[in-house]
């Protein structure tokens, strides 16, 4: 497929939020080594800003491993990763494609072989990688045709972990002087967070401690969702409000299985459940996103990871609906 026509389809289809629905741009890297085979893999298509043709690209000196230099796009200086090399595959044909994203409130490009098709796909079929992929660059695997037994896979890499090794983010650094003071919440209770980045959900835990936040740390929006299920249950046999139990749930949006939208309507649809506030923390930053989040009934939304702003929005969050439910 052309990139100018998947373009096209990026501007038309950004708008979806579907219920637990998402769109995929599939591309190629290139052939890891001893393989014969190219793999697919994806990324969500709200990450993407535009796809364009291989520029020319202007090489920095002392450049971090992996960055081929800067792009000139519209008046916009950007740096560009070279994917292949950070995934260890090997293009054939070149780095033709461009990929241009936003994560976090910064562009970036990735070089890529080429691209391939966009794909709607419903979240219950993507599943967590194994931890011990996770450590590495892939978040979770694709089933393209949704049949559980279907073999036609696509890798889903954690840009989010890609781009603090090679591109580190200094505003990321956890330290008590960093988040500013701790954070008392009601004894019993505790935060429910849910990220499937591994290095997101380290940087979150980092976070969480250095406020003093008790909390329980889920690698999906399905497996928050079954322990805020359950602990709901608890507290209706015992005549208890949730909010005694679960101070706040704190979510990414993009997650296998369950996303953040979907696990946040399901907390604010439920009657049981109105005294807990619910904060969306994401790399899908800009006004579009922001106006989903805000739909979908989220109290908040922060961008990743500034770890002072989250900080900051934990401790309003927590201290309104203290007031609220006193």
């Not at 997650?255 to 904060?279: I, Q, S």
Request: net charge negative; glycine share 6%; aromatic share 4%.
């Amino acid at each position: 497929m052309a990139a100018s026509s998947l373009q096209k389809d990026i501007d038309e289809r950004t708008n979806l939020t579907g219920s637990n629905k998402f769109e995929m741009l599939l591309f190629r890297l290139g052939h890891a080594p001893g393989s014969d085979r190219s793999e697919l893999f994806g990324i969500n298509v709200f990450k993407i800003r535009e796809i364009v043709a291989m520029p020319s690209v202007t090489a920095m000196a002392g450049a971090p491993q992996h960055v081929i230099g800067v792009v000139n796009l519209r008046g916009q200086v950007i740096p560009v990763i070279d994917l292949p090399a950070v995934v260890g595959c090997v293009p054939k044909t070149g780095l033709n494609i461009m990929l241009v994203t936003e994560y976090a409130r910064t562009t970036q490009a990735f070089a890529a072989e080429s691209v391939e098709d966009i794909v709607r796909l419903d979240w219950k079929q993507i599943l967590s990688a194994e931890e011990s992929m996770a450590r590495g660059y892939v978040t979770s695997i694709a089933r393209l045709d949704g049949d559980q037994h279907s073999t036609r896979l696509a890798q889903i890499l954690d840009v989010e972990s890609i781009l603090q090794r090679i591109l580190p983010n200094t505003e990321v650094d956890v330290k008590t002087e960093s988040v500013g003071p701790q954070v008392s919440i009601r004894p019993g209770s505790l935060v429910i967070a849910a990220d499937d980045s591994f290095v997101a959900r380290s940087m979150i835990e980092q976070e969480l401690k250095a406020l003093h936040l008790p909390f329980e740390m889920y690698k999906n929006g399905q497996e928050a969702w079954n322990r805020i299920e359950a602990i709901a249950a608890e507290c209706q046999s015992r005549g208890q409000p949730l909010h005694d139990r679960v101070a706040v749930v704190l979510t990414d949006l993009e997650m296998p299985e369950m996303d953040g939208f979907t696990l946040t309507r399901h907390v604010k649809k439920d009657v049981a459940m109105r005294g807990v506030p619910v904060v969306i923390h994401s790399s899908l930053t800009g006004d579009t996103n922001e106006n989903h989040v805000r739909s979908a009934g989220a109290d908040a939304y922060v961008a990743k990871f500034a770890a002072r702003e989250l900080a900051d929005v934990l401790r309003r969050v927590l201290a309104q609906y203290s007031t609220a439910t006193a």
